[in-house]
């Protein structure tokens, strides 16, 4: 059976990428994975303290909730991240635990020296977005940052789910087929891994 880890990036506990997340997740559940669910803003994480203890072993030396998150991250099959657009990166919750996987980046680059571009993913990642502008570029910005987030965790973009023209909470609800497409993602996705 295909594990799944699905992160809530957003503060908002039933916005417009939380409710996106769950038809995916459902969809995944429907295909046969086992899915635990993340919700970012319910963790003590601090941001990355640059100190760079992770330079002996890769492990990061702040004791808080990012080890669990990681730990389940790196057992499991695919991740599913869901991220509102916040000033065209992800939101400030998910930033907190991408830039905490620096550890990581320093254990693959420094201390395995694994030359860059040259590893084999293990595992696969799809992203799902939400912006209320409708700019082309608007997903230019986070779509760089997800991809070297997935390079450090062994992971290549399965797929990304963007979002255009939601504002509001509750937005998403006024497109039924955003979430159809959310839910067939995530079924796809997880008989993908
Ligand atoms: C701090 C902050 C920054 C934002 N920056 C952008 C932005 O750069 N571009 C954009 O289109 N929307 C921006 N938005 C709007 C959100 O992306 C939008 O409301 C989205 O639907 C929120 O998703 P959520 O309901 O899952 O939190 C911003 C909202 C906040 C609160």
Redesign the pocket.
């Known amino acids: 059976m295909a594990q799944i880890v699905a992160i809530y990036g957003?503060?908002?506990r039933r916005?417009?990428?939380?409710t996106l997340l769950k038809h995916a997740v459902k969809g995944a559940a429907d295909a046969g994975a086992q899915v635990d669910e993340i919700i970012l803003r319910d963790l003590k994480m601090s941001p990355c303290l640059e100190i760079y203890a992770c330079k002996k072993e890769g492990k990061c030396a702040i004791k808080d909730d990012f080890h669990n998150v990681v730990n389940q991250i790196l057992s499991a099959d695919g991740l599913i991240l869901?991220s509102?657009?916040?000033?065209?990166t992800v939101?400030a919750h998910t930033k907190i635990l991408m830039d905490r996987c620096q550890s990581l980046w320093v254990k693959k680059y420094w201390i395995d020296k694994v030359p860059f571009g040259q590893w084999e993913p293990k595992r696969k990642g799809l992203f799902i977005s939400?912006?209320?502008?409708k700019g082309k570029k608007?997903f230019n910005g986070v779509l760089l940052t997800v991809k070297y987030f997935f390079d450090v965790l062994d992971m290549e973009l399965f797929g990304s789910l963007l979002y255009?023209g939601?504002?509001?909470?509750e937005?998403v609800l006024t497109h039924p087929e955003y979430l159809e497409e959310a839910y067939e993602a995530g079924k796809r996705f997880a008989k993908a891994l």
């Open positions: 957003s503060p908002r916005g417009n990428t939380a869901a509102p657009i916040f000033f065209y939101s939400a912006g209320a502008t608007l255009r939601l504002e509001f909470e937005d």
